[in-house]
């Protein structure tokens, strides 16, 4: 079962939803964090305080939270001079009445906020000029739950609505993206519910602009995606850890069987009778063929002789071996973006294997030779060194692909004297 349960839900327009985030933003168990109302004007008796402040300890003109009070003139700035100027000041206080009550009686919205409805930074939440808001609102609505277990909430840390809070910020952009709403045009509220076995926010998301945005399957989809690499991004780590190195160790496996190979085959000297026969059918059709003697340009009939040769070569064991090397890396890889599965096709029809073909029809142009001449002697040399080319060839493209070194360099002095001596009875360079 999943470790995150998503809800998405379309609300047509015209419907009266004030009630809904009234409800979300003050229900029993919501996490009450607000903390916008201090970017909303001064209250009067902050401003009144601070001017007996300023009376009784000149000197707070001097620090850096009046300076920032007298730019802002908010309530947050106004409740950082006054708690800076009582803790600088407290043994010269703590007999003076005025002080002494604000003390104990410090407005609840200035230090938690009076509901648990938030949005983006900088941006004040008033509960009631929210849901008029919704009520008047004409445009198509969006909300979605997000729901963890509790065992996952607190390992991970999201079992408070500061952190659900600070993640969301960070999701404005993928909200925006899927929703299909311009950033400036977006506008989304939400509220952490601590439950005590499945923790959860409820969001509400909506355009300014009347009937602008639609969510689709997808749009959920990467939302979702987006939420789990952050929510989990410390599990997924750990996984990608153990994959990575799962992944490096058997690239280096592969790595080492397909170098053995490789180096079975240039040292080889068996070939395979079926190949010579085709190859040689092949030669005499391009004998009579006219035009250029590129794979593309050949007539279908000619086409479907190279793919038996190519397909023929597949079958070599060692081959099979290496082309199934070289899927794994490739289904590896495409793993990492993907859960779909990596078609698999017969090496005549792959597009990445493509110069083969033209290199048997290189091989075979090289024949020149009446099918007759060809059974015995000089003849039957030339075919059989043509085909262990081929192998070669092969080789050496799987070697680029899966990305192993030149076989030739791993191998020691006296192994690469014997492959030379082979080379030079069967007439190869």
């Given amino acids: 079962m999943a470790r995150l349960i998503t809800k998405f839900k379309y609300l047509k327009p015209n419907r009266k939803l004030g009630g809904y985030a009234r409800y979300i933003a003050t229900r029993e168990q919501v996490d009450k964090i607000d903390d916008t109302q201090k970017f909303l004007p001064a209250t009067k008796k902050q401003k009144e305080l601070i001017r007996q402040i300023l009376c009784d300890f000149p000197d707070t003109k001097d620090s850096f939270e009046y300076q920032d009070y007298l730019k802002k003139m908010d309530r947050g700035s106004a409740s950082e001079v006054i708690t800076q100027a009582l803790e600088n000041n407290m043994d010269?206080?703590?007999?003076?009445?005025?002080?002494?009550?604000?003390?104990?009686?410090?407005?609840?919205?200035?230090?938690?906020?009076?509901?648990?409805?938030?949005?983006?930074?900088?941006i004040p939440v008033q509960l009631k000029k929210v849901s008029d808001e919704l009520n008047s609102h004409q445009g198509n609505v969006w909300t979605m739950i997000v729901s963890l277990r509790r065992k996952d909430a607190e390992r991970l840390g999201f079992d408070n609505g500061i952190r659900w809070r600070d993640l969301l910020r960070t999701q404005t952009e993928t909200l925006a993206s899927n929703l299909k709403i311009p950033m400036e045009h977006l506008k989304w509220f939400a509220a952490f519910h601590n439950e005590s076995h499945h923790p959860h926010i409820h969001l509400i998301a909506y355009s300014t602009v009347k009937n602008e945005g639609y969510l689709t399957r997808q749009g959920m989809e990467n939302i979702r995606s987006s939420l789990a690499k952050d929510i989990f991004a410390g599990d997924l780590e750990s996984v990608y850890e153990e994959q990575t190195?799962?992944?490096?160790?058997?690239?280096?496996?592969?790595?080492?069987m397909a170098q053995r190979i490789v180096e079975q085959i240039c040292t080889g000297s068996d070939?395979?009778?079926?190949?010579?026969?085709?190859?040689?059918?092949l030669a005499d059709r391009l004998s009579r063929t006219k035009g250029k003697k590129v794979y593309g340009y050949l007539k279908a009939d000619v086409k479907g002789l190279v793919d038996s040769i190519v397909d023929e070569l597949a079958k070599d064991q060692r081959i099979s071996r290496l082309y199934e090397l070289w899927y794994l890396k490739k289904e590896n890889i495409h793993g990492i973006y993907s859960n779909s599965s990596v078609k698999r096709v017969p090496l005549s029809q792959n597009p990445e294997f493509k110069p083969i073909r033209n290199a048997v029809i290189q091989e075979a142009l090289k024949l020149n030779v009446p099918t007759v001449l060809v059974s015995e002697g000089d003849g039957q040399k030339a075919v059989i060194c043509s085909v262990l080319r081929l192998f070669q060839e092969l080789a050496?493209?799987?070697?680029?692909?899966?990305?192993?070194?030149?076989?030739?360099l791993k191998t020691d002095r006296k192994l690469r004297k014997q492959i030379q001596e082979k080379k030079h009875q069967l007439g190869l360079k």
């Fill in 245 to 256: 190195e799962y992944r490096n160790q058997l690239r280096q496996e592969e790595k080492q």
């Fill in 271 to 281: 070939t395979n009778q079926k190949i010579e026969q085709l190859l040689l059918q």
């Fill in 92 to 122: 010269s206080i703590e007999n003076t009445k005025t002080y002494v009550d604000y003390i104990a009686t410090r407005p609840r919205a200035e230090r938690f906020g009076s509901h648990g409805l938030f949005t983006d930074d900088n």
């Fill in 396 to 408: 050496r493209i799987f070697s680029e692909k899966i990305g192993i070194d030149d076989p030739m």
